[in-house]
């Protein structure tokens, strides 16, 4: 999601929708930012990441390699994983649906339901 100025005093506007100043910062302290590797890594199962027009949701794999959906130029990996000397898949992370269509990556378990993929990936890291 990008937040951005909206204009009116003491609202933001994510996504086309204006918050207050207090959403915000209750709405970001539930963002993260994910990291991920940025090439393939011999000797990993590297799994490259795609979102759709909405950024709403990530989706990982070739099989997405396809109309409407949106290449990140980025890997996750099916296990831990070192890329050239460096730890590149070392964060675990699965998931979750927080509500309708609104999807959250974190390391399992979590008190959400999992999505219908329920499936850990790897990555470089999480900050947030």
Known sequence: MILRE????GHKEVEGHLI???????WLALCKRLIFASD???????????TRA???RLYFGNVYNAPGYISLNAYAFAE???CEGACCGKVVLKEF?????????RPPP??????????QF???????
């Open 80 to 82: 831990p994983c070192t």
């Open 54 to 56: 909405s950024h709403r």
């Open 6 to 9: 909206a204009g009116l005093k």
């Open 40 to 50: 393939p890594q011999d000797g990993c199962t590297s799994i490259p990441v795609f």
């Open 97 to 105: 649906v927080r509500a309708r269509d609104d999807y959250v990556y």
């Open 122 to 128: 790897y990555v470089v890291r999480e900050d947030g």
């Open 20 to 26: 207050t100043e207090q959403a915000k910062v209750k």
């Open 110 to 119: 979590q008190p959400l339901p999992p999505s219908d993929v329920d499936q």
